[in-house]
């Protein structure tokens, strides 16, 4: 449990937040914010590593904002919406009952990540617009492509995996050079591979709405088999970029985080007829922990400075 999905700590909030106004925080699912400026700040170090001007660092942050709370905190609350979910979900434990207002406090806030995109150069904006469209696309009907097996996870992994590291290059206004089109194309294949994990534990939920997600359409076993393949394919890209252009020691901690996958993956697919839900909600956060790390041993590997 998060310190947000603490009852005393969201009383406490409600004391110091005016009237009404928690659960349309709590929507906007303040866990991811950390966690997705993080990935996007891979981006950012793979371009310039930790030699910030004071420039850099404004673009940097501003980027981070922009991406990762305006951005992804209006997306995740478009999808609370629409979902109405009353278990857990993805960053979010117990959540309250969607405001009324909801819709449009989301839409206003991927609208202002939009004016302040503009401002970070056309390749930003052109990944934030494109990411903004596929948000829609994702979770209102009547396309709702989370309900459509495949599109789902081709809409994630694009979004919250490539063009998410891609974001962080292009807030610094840097050319399209390697590494940055290697590694985003990991990124797409490790988020695909990542993606069925963030559904396995919400299969009974989504069934009842009749949702046809990637992980009911094919299944427990099958589910974490596609993600065994996805994980495969980004391994290759990343070890490859790192052997053409980084051979170095520190790509031991790269290879190290790619292993973890395949030891959360394998003992998932051990279990996977007769894992309990909690023991699948928490190989979905372990599975964080494991992007984390990959994103650590990505700069490490592939920075320019280290």
Not at 19 to 41: D, F, Q
Not at 259 to 267: D, F, K, N, Q, T
Request: aromatic share 12%.
């Amino acid at each position: 449990m998060s310190v947000l999905d603490s009852p005393r700590v969201r009383t406490r909030l409600e004391r110091i937040l005016p009237p009404g106004w928690l659960p349309y925080l709590l929507h906007l699912r303040p866990r991811a914010w950390p966690i997705v400026a993080a990935h996007m700040s891979v981006g950012v170090l793979l371009a310039i590593g930790p030699a910030f001007t004071t420039e850099s660092l404004r673009r940097w942050l501003l980027g981070a904002v922009v991406w990762g709370i305006l951005g992804n905190g209006g997306t995740l609350a478009i999808y609370s919406v629409f979902d109405r979910d009353e278990g857990d979900i993805g960053y979010l434990d117990n959540p309250p009952p969607v405001p009324r207002h909801l819709l449009a406090f989301s839409l206003a806030f991927l609208i202002a990540g939009w004016a302040l995109a503009a401002t970070l150069g056309g390749m930003f904006l052109a990944a934030y617009s494109l990411c903004l469209a596929m948000s829609l696309l994702y979770s209102v009907p009547p396309i709702r492509a989370k309900a459509r097996a495949g599109f789902d996870v081709l809409i994630n992994s694009a979004g919250f995996g490539g063009l998410t590291v891609f974001a962080g290059w292009a807030a610094l206004g840097q050319p399209v050079v390697p590494p940055i089109v290697a590694v985003a194309s990991g990124f797409f294949f490790l988020f695909a591979g990542f993606y069925p994990l963030t559904q396995i534990y919400q299969m009974d939920e989504d069934r009842s709405r009749g949702d046809s997600t990637l992980a009911l359409s094919l299944g427990r076993r099958n589910a974490i088999l596609f993600s065994l393949g996805a994980v495969s394919l980004a391994s290759v890209l990343f070890l490859g970029e790192a052997w053409a252009h980084f051979r170095t020691w520190r790509s031991i901690l790269l290879i190290a985080a790619l292993a973890l996958w395949y030891v959360l993956l394998l003992g998932w697919l051990r279990r996977s007829t007769t894992a309990e839900r909690a023991y699948e909600q928490r190989g979905f956060y372990r599975a964080l922990w494991i992007c984390a790390l990959t994103d650590v041993a990505i700069v490490l590997a592939m920075s320019p400075v280290f």
